[in-house]
């Protein structure tokens, strides 16, 4: 099976679906142990455990973010190279990708540990469950290095083609997670400690497949030489990957600002935000998908020079893109309080009003997908073209929207008001993706007819 795919030939709607096919089966194996994290420490744990886990996911998310976000902006140089057919260039790209990865991972642990709690204080997290959720997050951060690692030999691999070696990974992650999620929570009762060591065990069996695979790789061939920061290429490379991080960071700010105002309400409110959260996963796995396999697409074909091929490429994925998210949100209609409820437990009492929040929260979110889904083509579209400004602009539109309406809304409509504020983040912030890829490639072909 080869290792790489060239993008650059071939049908680009099929390539795409190709690439994005394992990548989705992939993403949701590993939402699928999310769901399991979720489901056995909210049956096993209690409802208390269930909120400290929702209170910890956008500190959670902020954090990794920064990681992952400096890994997907490394991934287009490496996208771009390849398809330029510049081995040279690959191999430095990569081998100082590593480093700058590891030097983050590890800043991350030494800043991230110590302001857990303050932070988690700062969000007037629910005194029942802060603990918890300082011990969930301490692991998590602790074990950086493990998360970076993962992220930056799959986005590699993803932008030398290979969506297979991921999916590999991820569905043996996904085997792992589960079975040490039943022995540490249900067997050795460590509630939310067990479902932190379960998922960073599960991620470090991913990061070393995706490694076995870049091993095999002859044009990743790397030497001393290599490792070294060039000036040149770490100079790009951050170029690159600081506006991913930091639209992460700026999308996260939001998030924390929703669960602060959710903190409010109680851990009743927080336990059915999170059980909607985490089945919200799922439902953006396709997008992500694509996502992933639009960024590699577009980059190969901008280092090729085929700018037409990428019109054609993204004028597919729109249309794909919408196709998937009305059939993932009819389904989501029908089958959310059922799955809902796997993540419930407590009192009767407790379990219909959590059920009630979460299911109100989740028909929001599924009549957003369609904004979503777009949102992922268009971001993906200019960060493979190797433009991330935009798109960190464009989370700083997503808070923007997403704070106004969180704070603003609930003034006049009450706790409906918070439902409001993930599809009108989406929505800003899709308006102005959209309409910067098409200005953005119009000028890169007017550059290509100069020359």
């Not at 070696?165 to 509630?191: E, Q, R, T, Y």
């Not at 060039?230 to 669960?259: C, D, E, H, K, Y």
């Not at 985490?278 to 439902?283: A, D, I, N, Q």
């Not at 971001?379 to 808070?399: D, W, Y």
């Amino acid at each position: 099976m080869a290792q790489t795919r060239d993008m650059t030939v071939g049908r680009p709607a099929g390539l795409i679906l190709r690439f994005a096919l394992p990548l989705m089966l992939g993403n949701v194996c590993q939402q699928l142990y999310i769901v399991a994290d979720t489901a056995i420490v909210g049956q096993v744990a209690g409802v208390e455990a269930l909120a400290a886990l929702g209170a910890a996911e956008w500190l959670n998310w902020m954090v990794m973010g920064i990681v992952s976000g400096f890994t997907q902006g490394f991934s287009i140089l490496v996208s771009q190279r390849f398809g330029a057919g510049d081995e040279r260039g690959l191999r430095r790209s990569v081998g100082a990708s590593l480093v700058l990865t590891a030097i983050i991972s590890l800043l991350t642990t030494l800043i991230g540990l110590p302001a857990v709690r303050p932070l988690l204080r700062l969000l007037h997290t629910p005194g029942n469950i802060i603990d918890d959720a300082v011990r969930y997050l301490s692991i998590i951060i602790a074990c950086a290095l493990i998360t970076g690692a993962y992220n930056i030999f799959a986005c590699v691999l993803r932008a030398l083609g290979n969506s297979r070696a991921p999916l590999i990974a991820m569905l043996s992650a996904a085997a792992v997670n589960v079975v040490l999620d039943l022995f540490f929570v249900m067997g050795m009762k460590l509630g939310v400690t067990g479902a932190a060591l379960g998922t960073v065990i599960a991620q470090g069996i991913a990061a070393l497949i995706c490694f076995a695979t870049l091993r095999k790789i002859p044009q990743l061939k790397l030497s001393r030489r290599d490792l070294i920061l060039f000036g040149g290429t770490g100079r790009r490379l951050l170029m690159l990957g600081l506006p991913v991080a930091f639209q992460n960071t700026i999308i996260s700010i939001g998030g924390l600002t929703v669960q602060y105002v959710v903190n409010g309400f109680g851990f009743l409110y927080v336990a059915g935000f999170t059980a909607t959260n985490k089945l919200y996963g799922l439902l953006e796995v396709a997008a992500s998908s694509y996502g992933f396999a639009i960024a590699a697409y577009a980059g190969q074909n901008l280092g090729a020079q085929k700018l037409r091929r990428i019109r054609d490429g993204i004028r597919s994925s729109v249309w794909m893109a919408l196709l998937t998210a009305a059939v993932i949100a009819l389904f989501t209609v029908l089958l959310g309080k059922p799955l809902l409820s796997l993540f419930i437990s407590g009192t009767p009492e407790e379990a219909v009003r959590v059920l009630e929040i979460a299911f109100r929260y989740l028909i929001f979110m599924a009549a957003g997908l369609p904004v979503l889904y777009l949102l992922y083509v268009y971001r993906s579209a200019l960060q493979g073209m190797g433009n991330t400004l935009i798109p960190m602009i464009s989370g700083g539109v997503e808070l923007l929207f997403r704070m106004s309406t969180v704070l603003i809304l609930p003034l006049f409509i009450g706790d409906m008001g918070l439902f409001f504020a993930e599809p009108a983040a989406w929505f800003g912030a899709e308006v102005l993706l959209m309409v910067s890829y098409y200005c953005y490639i119009r000028r890169l072909e007017r550059e290509q007819d100069k020359t």
